[in-house]
């Protein structure tokens, strides 16, 4: 029977468990809305999930890894601190682990998680120096430098979307600083733009949409279809995305950096605005060497990403080179 793990997307209002195989293929999933977000009602969803695709799975399922938001201690599999969940020392791994005792559990951010699944089974195969970034509600990241996942000293690498860009003008993040990448760049980021400068579009049929209906997509098909307003927004996002991922490229160098999320779905419309402002403000680094293309395996990247590392016994994507 070939092998697989149960690769898990934890997020703050659903949770999905894949059955992954050893190339990195979905065989089969199970999904839940997560409503109540109580330690106690999040594992009891988990662990349901989990074990309905266990118990579906055609292939020998050995290991179970959960992609969770939150700084997490991947020996424990305690989530430290998660704004998500609103958690604090959360000893996730260990209550998985006590309703699947015959099987290895692991925990790991989520974002680290999708870059290992990118890496691994993405856009970042044949690559040794990758950067990930996500476009959603924040902007989630992490990176693999000449071959290995990078983790830091307390699992804060890659944590790009909390440097700050714009700290005298830009909008408040989630984390409490003003101006960082997240709350500049992501799909957030986009739809305050649009907000900041609709006193300069008072016609904008953007302003027409129902204010709880304005989100990022909205704005990005406005901009795709002309519209003054939304070109205006997707133009200041742009700037603040190139600035962000310029400093990527000082930190990391990555020869390839991917863009997933919802934003990301704009495709060459984003790409093409963004690579030119990126290569004017990369100095030290020969312009043009890095590439910035979309991710591909989309929503999956975590659920593929958190069953890699459960089956490899961690977030290591190959061992360190010796010097
Ligand atoms: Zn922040």
Redesign the pocket.
Known sequence: MARAAIGVDLGGSHVMAAVVDEAGAITGREERDVIDRSPAAVVEALVAVVRTAIDGSKHDVGAIGIGSPGNIDPSTGTIRYSPNFGWENVPLGDRVKAAFPKFDVFVGNDARCATLGEYVHGIGQGTKDFALLTLGTGIGGGFVSNGVMAIGHQMGAGEF??HQIRPDTGFV???G?TG?F??QASGTGLMRHALRLAPSFPRSALLDVPREKLGSKAIRKAAQAGDQHGLAAFAAFCDDLALGLANVIAFVNPEIIALGGGVSSAGDFLLDRVRPLVEARTTMVPRGTTRIVRATLGNDAGAVGAATAAMRGGLIAQLPLVA
């Open positions: 979307g909390h993040c989630g984390c600083k960082c997240e709350a």
